[in-house]
Each structure stands twice: as C-alpha cells, then as structure tokens.
C-alpha cells in the first residue's frame, strides 16, 4: 500500500494491467469517440449496420428483439469482438471472464460479473435470467472470482407490473401471483448471495418504476442485513428527491438494520426528462450538473457519517467525489479497507481512478459486463453514446492513454 498523497495521473499504476496492444486499442477508440461530428457520424453507422444484419439473418429475437438469440457469428460482430467489446466486457462467457478478472486482481481490484442481457419480457426471460444469476454465483463462489453479484429488476419481472406496483395501482388476482414471483426471485438471489457470503447489488431504473423496486429491496435488506450490508439498492443522485428519501429511510430503519447504497449520479436522464415533459409534471432530475453534485455529495457525507448502519458502494467516475471520499473516511478515522465501504467503476473506464484507490489500499471493484457480443451489443452502445456526450471524460482518458504510450516508449 502507498502512503504519499494519493493522485489520479499517475499512468503506470493506472495501466499496469494493459498490454501495449490493449493501450493502443483504447487509444484509437478514445480518439474516434473524442472526434465530435465524425464520432457521431460512426455511432449512427454502426447501429444501422447491426440493425441492417439482424434484419438480414432474421434475428427476430436478437438484441433488438429479445435477450434469446443465438445465430451465426458475422462479420461485423468479428469486428466488434476485435474492437470494442474487449474494451467494455470481460468474456462471452464466465470461463473467457477469468483471465480478465484474474489480471485485474493482481492489481487489488475486484470484480463484479454482470450479465449484460436486456429486454426480458416473459415469464421464460425472467425464469432464465434467474438461473443465469445463480449460475453466476456458483461459479464465482467455487472459482473464487468474485464476492459480488448484481442484477437489473426489469430482468426478473414485467416492466409494466413495476409501474403499476409503483403507482399503487390495484392489481388483479393474476397480477398479486405475477409479484408474488417478481419477489420470490429477488429472495432467491439474495438467499445464496448471503449463503455464499456475497453482496447483492440491485440496479436502479426509471423514475416510474423505481417505487415498487425500492419497496422490494426493502424486504430484502429487513431480512438479510441484519448484522452486515448484504442487499444494497441503487440511489441515483441525478434525481432531486433522492437526499430526503435517504435521511427518511435511515430515520425509519436505524436500529432495525443495515442500510446497503449503491450511490451513484444516474443513467436515464434524457428519457426522465422527455417523459416528464410528455406527462407535464416536474422532472425528477436535478436542474444541473452542480445541483446533482451536491446530492451526491450529500448522500455520501451522511452515508459515511453513518457507516455503522450503512454500507456503501460508491459508484463514481468523478475524481472530485472519490477524493472526497477519500478525505471523509479519514475525517471520521475509518480505515481504507474497511469492508463496508467500496469504491466501482466500470471496467474499461476510469483506470486511473480505480487502480491509484486499489494501490491505496481501498476497496475496489470493476463492474465487468460480459455476455454474447450481439446480445451485449446495446450496453456496447450506450458505452459509446456515453463517452462521446461527455467530452472532458472522453479526453481525460484519451491525455492519460497517450501519457503511458509515451513513458512505456
């Protein structure tokens, strides 16, 4: 562990996992999405190639349709194999993960495996994501691969039956069954995550549907972390109320048992903010990017000033924040490694951050999508849209990636 100031530039800790085929892999890739106009250009091409051959094979129920194809490799997806997917995910599969997962550990970081799959839409969607979930578990657990498994709601129940829940809507005696199942498969989960001594990281969605889940994870929490923080929802700073709905929670829990956040900034926003404007009510998300800072900012203090009813994953690539961080946990002399404190960044992403905390000594770990490359294809792309949209992340990695070609030359 290093005992100087920590610091985010520097390269050689950051890339130390990377060979010089992957630095200059991610070069290329930074520089083609920090081109502005000639990046955006690429995205549209891409996506109306990949609908282009899905149409073209008949993927009736691929990506664009459905999470169960499975066809014939093509050409562009060789090509997205040999591009971007090594970039973003980890493996096809759990056995392609662990050479992955393994390099990332010699560094001190973790994984956390997550199944990209989406657009679950029946009862044999949700059975199978179930089992893919367990299935995760169980390999992690006798491989020593990980400690950590997470999961989107939408993937083990009905989108419209979570608005419905959320909106207090009465249900019909065929609907109360469907949520009666929509729970049992949460509790599944969380059952052999606590068996096999894993925590359980429960993925945020949209505003309308994010009632019903927290309703759910609450159950979860009351009978899983009573001693330690085994089930941690997601709280997405990026919507305004989200501050107040903590300080009530732990008002009405403390005592009783342990809080587990997964705190991070938020992934809908242009959509929340398109569908309030729709249904004309107020935009649930924070008016600026200074207004969701200070939330986030927020939840984080009282989190960490809290911890001993808490547990916390911080889910941020913002420097500022996780220096903040940082400096919180030694203004309430709480140790780096104190196991209920983490900091995650998405893998591919935000080296610089992760891999300077693990050197610290801090609890780190890289959430590491993997999956058939046609049915990861729409977290590829939202991966791309992302780094794109926010510039000064975009050039942040691409300054750093050509700072470690130049020092390794």
Not at 45 to 58: F, H, R
Not at 151 to 166: D, E, I, M, N, T
Not at 247 to 270: C, D, N, P, T
């Amino acid at each position: 562990m290093k005992k100087n100031n920590l610091e985010f530039n520097n390269t050689k800790i950051a890339f130390s996992h990377k060979s010089n085929n992957d630095l200059n892999r991610a070069y290329y890739l930074f520089k083609l999405l920090s081109l502005g106009i000639i990046s955006k250009i690429g995205r549209k091409l891409l996506k109306t190639l990949i609908l282009m051959d899905s149409w073209k094979l008949g993927w009736g129920n691929s990506f664009l349709f459905g999470p169960r194809f499975v066809g014939k490799s093509t050409i562009l997806e060789h090509i997205v194999r040999k591009t971007i997917y090594p970039q973003f995910c980890g493996g096809r599969d759990i056995i392609e993960c662990e050479e992955v997962i393994n390099n990332l550990k010699k560094n001190n970081v973790y994984s956390i495996l997550d199944y990209s799959v989406e657009g679950s839409s029946t009862e044999k969607d949700f059975e199978y994501s179930i089992s893919k979930c367990l299935n995760i578990l169980a390999d992690s657990k006798s491989k020593n691969l990980s400690r950590f498994i997470v999961f989107k709601p939408s993937a083990v129940g009905r989108f419209s039956l979570y608005k419905k829940v959320s909106s207090k809507g009465k249900l019909s005696f065929e609907e109360k069954m469907e949520w009666e199942k929509i729970e049992n498969r949460f509790n599944m989960i969380c059952l052999e995550a606590s068996k096999k001594n894993f925590k359980v990281l429960v993925d945020a969605e949209e505003s309308w549907i994010q009632p019903a889940i927290d309703e759910i994870v609450l159950k979860m929490m009351e009978k899983y972390n009573v001693d330690d923080a085994v089930v941690f929802n997601t709280i997405q700073a990026y919507r305004r109320n989200r501050f107040d709905y903590l300080v009530k929670l732990h008002q009405k829990i403390s005592g009783k048992f342990k809080i587990g956040v997964k705190l991070v900034r938020g992934a809908y926003m242009e959509k929340e903010r398109e569908r309030a404007k729709t249904h004309k009510y107020l935009s649930p998300i924070c008016d600026d990017k200074s207004h969701t800072d200070k939330v986030f900012n927020d939840s984080l203090e009282y989190i960490i000033q809290n911890i001993h009813e808490f547990g916390l994953f911080i889910g941020s690539h913002n420097e500022k924040s996780n220096i903040l961080s940082t400096r919180l946990l030694k203004q309430y002399e709480i140790k780096n490694d104190d196991d209920r404190i983490w900091f995650s960044q998405l893998y591919g992403m935000s080296d610089n951050i992760s891999f300077s905390l693990a050197a610290y000594g801090y609890n780190v770990a890289k959430y590491l999508p993997f999956g058939p490359v046609n049915e990861v294809m729409p977290y590829l792309l939202r991966r791309l849209d992302e780094n794109s949209s926010i510039s000064s992340q975009t050039n942040r990695e691409l300054q750093l990636i050509k700072k470690e070609i130049k020092r390794r030359k």
